[in-house]
């Protein structure tokens, strides 16, 4: 008041160049990426145009974008791994939506491509620890890790097959055997049981698995 100049305090944390605040860029980012609310309905909601919204979120891409190698780093390491692709529209173009996680990581790429190319992106090139759940696609299958086949494609592919041969007594006694104990297998980790048990339990169940599958057969 006294030297009569204007002075402008710098907001604290406030991203540089920035039409709108922390809190509603982090509100919105939550509503699209985590709740999955479309950008349409978010525009509704805050009166935020759809260009803008746009803006934000390419903004933020290039301050998170450092992150992606240390999430894949993280979950290279990590003893039980998962990878999936599923069919994703993308500004009326066909591609994949993929998904690499862990039980604390989830990666997401969007990719006009089903080629190993984006799992030997994320997993690299050198030998890893721990195994990999999948659903069978060849796509997978040169990794540098151990496979481990999802149980819940295996029961499906044991259900189809039971239907598909009603009537072939070999086929009802295989799925009869091994359904139960496939389904059993992978309710074994929802027991309350110490890991002792969980380990003896599994070890009895892998036996009796492969030596169902590997029974004499027509």
Same mark, same amino acid.
């Given at each position: 008041?006294?030297?009569?100049?204007?002075?402008?305090?710098?907001?604290?944390?406030?991203?540089?160049?920035?039409?709108?605040?922390?809190?509603?860029?982090?509100?919105?980012?939550?509503?699209?990426?985590?709740?999955?609310?479309?950008?349409?309905?978010?525009?509704?909601?805050?009166?935020?145009?759809?260009?803008?919204?746009?803006?934000?979120?390419?903004?933020?891409? *290039? +301050?998170?974008?450092?992150?992606?190698?240390? =999430? /894949?780093?993280? $979950?290279?390491?990590?003893?039980?791994?998962?990878?999936? %692709?599923?069919?994703?529209?993308?500004?009326?173009?066909?591609?994949?939506?993929?998904?690499?996680?862990?039980?604390?990581?989830?990666?997401?790429?969007?990719?006009?491509?089903?080629?190993?190319?984006?799992?030997?992106?994320?997993?690299?090139?050198?030998?890893?620890?721990?195994?990999?759940?999948?659903? *069978? +696609?060849?796509?997978?299958?040169?990794?540098? =890790? /151990?496979?481990? $086949?999802?149980?819940?494609?295996?029961?499906?592919?044991? %259900?189809?097959?039971?239907?598909?041969?009603?009537?072939?007594?070999?086929?009802?006694?295989?799925?009869?055997?091994?359904?139960?104990?496939?389904?059993?297998?992978?309710?074994?980790?929802?027991?309350?049981?110490?890991?002792?048990?969980?380990?003896?339990?599994?070890?009895?169940?892998?036996?009796?698995?492969?030596?169902?599958?590997?029974?004499?057969?027509?």
């Amino acid at each position: 008041k006294s030297c009569h100049r204007v002075f402008r305090a710098k907001a604290p944390s406030v991203l540089p160049k920035s039409l709108y605040g922390n809190q509603i860029t982090a509100q919105i980012a939550v509503m699209h990426y985590f709740h999955g609310i479309t950008m349409g309905r978010i525009t509704e909601m805050t009166g935020i145009s759809l260009g803008t919204l746009i803006d934000i979120f390419h903004r933020l891409r *290039r +301050y998170f974008e450092p992150l992606m190698e240390a =999430l /894949k780093n993280a $979950y290279r390491q990590d003893p039980v791994k998962h990878a999936d %692709e599923t069919s994703w529209r993308n500004d009326g173009q066909s591609g994949y939506a993929w998904l690499f996680c862990t039980a604390l990581i989830s990666i997401f790429l969007f990719r006009n491509t089903r080629s190993s190319s984006v799992p030997k992106s994320v997993l690299g090139q050198e030998g890893l620890p721990g195994v990999l759940v999948v659903d *069978r +696609y060849n796509g997978y299958n040169k990794l540098p =890790l /151990k496979l481990q $086949y999802c149980y819940a494609h295996l029961l499906r592919d044991l %259900e189809k097959l039971g239907k598909d041969f009603p009537d072939e007594e070999e086929v009802r006694s295989f799925t009869a055997i091994l359904i139960p104990l496939l389904s059993e297998a992978m309710h074994l980790q929802s027991q309350k049981i110490s890991d002792e048990e969980y380990y003896r339990k599994a070890q009895k169940l892998s036996k009796e698995i492969l030596k169902v599958c590997r029974s004499p057969a027509r």
